[in-house]
């Protein structure tokens, strides 16, 4: 996001607008209440976070159809907490859960997400197997750290996706949110019969420059099943007929029922 203040007011209105100038102008470390969102968020001065609030609030990247009331959300790679916020202020019935590996990120995520009750928040990595697994920064950026197999300096725990459904305590997932820096070339690789049948819809980001082949493996895997496709920003947006279209007219859903705020 460039810091020019007609761009941010252009982009978030005039109040909104200038909260945020005035935070990034003198770096402030207060969270800042927004028109749009139920409560105040901490928004880090570094590149990643501003760019990642803008996709999320201002692009509307995860602003879906989603025709129906979801009841669970899994966000994984949920860095500081923007997307959990994103659906936990649309869908306030909805229990999310949240995942994210690196410290920091974690530790901000925490404090963006502990003023509402229905996201859960854990400190880990989605992996194909249940083990210990190795945070590792590329220099990639604060929003990018890949995890790699093995024990290391930065070791947290790995959860598969059914492992988390069964924190959740049901046995199907409604809508998945995955950005997760290559690793999802494993999950889509081993062990995604336990999840993907039962998952409503999924929105992927994949990333092929950080590890490749993760693109042929979501496709690879996805073309097994009924899934529609449509891509929002730099997001696949994947939804499984079976489980969906069985029922709701993707056509009949207005612009003022897809709306965010």
């Not at 492992?163 to 494993?186: F, P, R, V």
């Amino acid at each position: 996001m460039t810091s020019k203040l007609p761009y941010i007011l252009k982009s978030y209105g005039l109040l909104n607008g200038i909260k945020l100038y005035t935070h990034i102008k003198f770096k402030g470390k207060s969270p800042i209440l927004f028109s749009f969102l139920k409560f105040p968020v901490y928004i880090r001065n570094i590149k990643s976070d501003i760019l990642t609030f803008e996709q999320i609030f201002v692009n509307k990247e995860y602003d879906i159809k989603v025709p129906f009331e979801p009841k669970i959300i899994v966000d994984l790679g949920a860095n500081v907490g923007y997307a959990s916020i994103l659906f936990a202020n649309r869908f306030p019935k909805a229990k999310i859960f949240a995942l994210e590996p690196e410290e920091n990120n974690f530790d901000i995520a925490k404090k963006n997400v502990e003023l509402y009750p229905n996201i859960t928040l854990l400190r880990g990595a989605v992996w194909d197997k249940s083990e210990q697994i190795n945070i590792v920064d590329k220099g990639y950026g604060e929003a990018a750290y890949i995890v790699e197999k093995g024990r290391g300096e930065h070791t947290v725990k790995a959860y598969t996706i059914p492992e988390l459904m069964h924190l959740a305590g049901e046995n199907y997932i409604d809508i998945l949110k995955i950005d997760i820096e290559g690793s999802e070339k494993e999950i889509f690789e081993n062990g995604f019969e336990e999840w993907i049948p039962y998952t409503k819809i999924i929105v992927i980001e994949t990333h092929d420059r950080y590890k490749p082949g993760t693109s042929k493996a979501v496709f690879n895997t996805i073309g097994k099943y009924d899934f529609s496709l449509e891509i929002s920003g730099e997001n696949l947006l994947l939804y499984n007929n079976a489980l969906v279209n069985s029922t709701i007219n993707y056509s009949s859903i207005t612009d003022n029922e897809r709306r965010v705020f």
